[in-house]
């Protein structure tokens, strides 16, 4: 599967623990997106990153909460001290400015958190 | 603040009938707008896009109809199959260097068999 390629699908966590996630982007893309997702609701934008440096990032993104794409390729999202607030689903998209001048964002699966 | 909705939460079709979904968005700037599927427990499908230099765009079973002067999206699902039972969203990209999607609630499809 050359799609985009999330890991864990599913995390549950205790309150206060800190999680991290993995985004394998479509190998190619140069962008990559985070966003979050509770249920009912379309996707919430949280960051992105073009290659490596992260150019944007949304008020959502509290200081509980950091990305990194470190050699421009797969990126981490980690939480810090988790929240019954943070149970959503995390999901990753990506692009590519190269193939295209249009945003098209591809989705990944997604990982679903929980805190409890 | 700019916000992209849709104007109903369900939709229920006949198998076999056409299906249109509406979505208003008030970011007048965008030039962009994506329809996606979202399935249960999976991530968001690309469906279709168009850009806001045209008004009708059409792929396979689908068109996607972009009226800017009401600020108005629709996708239009020919002879809807059960597997098009999915949440659907639009999607719009800000102008220039936004890059991030903004998308609406959704819209739940159900077709009876």
């Known amino acids: 599967d050359t799609g985009v390629s999330q890991d864990p699908r599913h995390k549950i966590t205790k309150r206060g623990q800190n999680v991290t996630f993995r985004c394998d982007p479509i190998?190619?893309?140069?962008?990559l997106y985070w966003y979050r997702q509770t249920l009912g609701q379309g996707p919430e934008f949280l960051t992105y990153f073009q290659n490596e440096a992260q150019l944007e990032k949304s008020r959502l993104l509290s200081d509980r909460f950091s990305a990194e794409r470190p050699k421009g390729s797969f990126s981490t999202l980690e939480i810090q001290r988790t929240e019954q607030g943070d149970s959503a689903m995390y999901l990753c998209?990506?692009?590519?400015?190269?193939?295209?001048?249009?945003?098209?964002?591809?989705f990944g699966p997604g990982t679903r958190l929980t805190v409890l | 603040g700019e916000s992209v909705g849709l104007h109903l939460p369900t939709l229920s079709v006949q198998e076999g009938d056409n299906s249109i979904i509406n979505c208003a968005y008030s970011n007048s700037a965008s030039d962009y707008f994506i329809w996606y599927k979202q399935e249960s427990g999976k991530g968001p499908q690309f469906i279709i896009d168009?850009?806001?230099?045209?008004d009708k765009r059409q792929g396979q079973r689908v068109t996607v109809l972009l009226n800017k002067t009401v600020k108005h999206l629709s996708l239009q699902i020919a002879a809807t199959q059960p597997g098009d039972s999915a949440v659907y969203f639009c999607a719009e990209n800000g102008s220039g260097a936004n890059s991030k999607l903004t998308f609406g609630k959704g819209i739940t499809l159900s077709v009876r068999p």
């Open positions: 998209a990506s692009s590519s400015t190269r193939l295209s001048s249009y945003n098209e964002q591809f």
């Open positions: 168009i850009r806001s230099n045209m």
């Open positions: 190998s190619e893309h140069n962008r």
